[in-house]
């Protein structure tokens, strides 16, 4: 009998979409073959969800929950293949439970999270709305003051923790954030590599301008301040009030900005760009 891996469970589970323990056994049934495994999934009641879980999941929801004494909050992404499955009451109310899940026991590995009933919920989602549903990625933020902010469509969802500040100035930063998507905290908190990259290309550029060499320093300085200044989020014109910066904001409110974290559905996953048409032709000539 062929050894079944770790690896090959999870390249299973990932074609399938289907639980860890029934992929295991599975591979244990087809000697190690993954592709005898699906078929003879397809063959049994997972069938409906082997044939879809080939298919890109990069649509769904991003969700928080805070805590009453604002100390921590959670984020997580849940995902579907499409956007209207995403706003079918089943998907939502699978997502409230992850959500809750995650909150209760601070819970982030999502191998974890999903054994037991949570695999098992997931599985009947599947199975009832015809689509692959994957939990992408969960976070616990924890600090003095902890807020949230969600976009209407669910689509975006950012949690921002500050020292001192209240709840509704750490909403109003995460809102911020939604809107402007900056990368770090401030220009301190930039990695020195990523400024050195950034001045490699200002130098090329600037050199090609013809312009003596001490010139071309002072562009260089100011390109750089304004680089800094657009990726930094106590640069940024608040989107309330763009006549002031964000961290002039905050600092007005005697607090300080210690971390954010930004989720946008499906970014970072390569979608699957074949149209509607192409698909139909392509089953047609199977």
């Not at 891996?5 to 992929?23: F, H, I, N, P, Y």
């Not at 928080?64 to 909050?73: I, P």
């Not at 976070?139 to 921002?160: D, F, M, P, Q, W």
Request: net charge negative.
């Amino acid at each position: 009998m062929a050894a079944v891996s770790a690896s090959m469970v999870k390249e299973l589970r990932d074609r399938t979409g289907l639980g860890m323990m029934e992929c295991k056994k599975a591979l244990v049934q087809a000697e190690g073959s993954i592709d005898q495994a699906i078929e003879n999934l397809r063959k049994s009641s997972g069938m409906k969800a082997a044939k879809k879980a080939g298919r890109v999941a990069a649509e769904g929801a991003v969700a928080t929950k805070v805590a009453e004494d604002g100390s921590y909050a959670v984020l997580v992404e849940v995902n579907s293949e499409t956007d209207f499955a995403a706003r079918d009451e089943n998907f939502s109310g699978f997502v409230e439970k992850v959500t809750e899940q995650v909150f209760a026991n601070k819970q982030t590995d999502i191998a974890a999270l999903m054994a037991g009933d949570m695999e098992t919920a997931r599985e009947a989602l599947v199975q009832k709305i015809g689509e692959n549903i994957s939990v992408r990625r969960a976070i616990v933020t924890e600090g003095e003051v902890v807020g949230s902010y969600v976009h209407g469509n669910k689509r975006i969802a950012v949690l921002v923790s500050l020292k001192a500040g209240d709840a509704e100035l750490a909403r109003d930063v995460a809102m911020h954030v939604a809107a402007q998507n900056p990368e770090f905290v401030s220009p301190d908190s930039v990695p020195a590599e990523k400024i050195e990259k950034e001045k490699e290309i200002l130098t090329v550029q600037a050199q090609d301008s013809g312009k003596p060499a001490e010139i071309i320093e002072k562009m260089i300085g100011g390109r750089i301040r304004k680089f800094l200044a657009d990726i930094s989020l106590t640069e940024q014109p608040f989107v309330k009030d763009p006549d002031v910066t964000v961290g002039a904001l905050v600092k007005k409110a005697g607090a300080e900005i210690l971390s954010f974290t930004r989720y946008e559905v499906g970014e970072g996953i390569e979608k699957d760009e074949k149209d509607f048409a192409a698909e139909v032709a392509e089953q047609l000539g199977k």
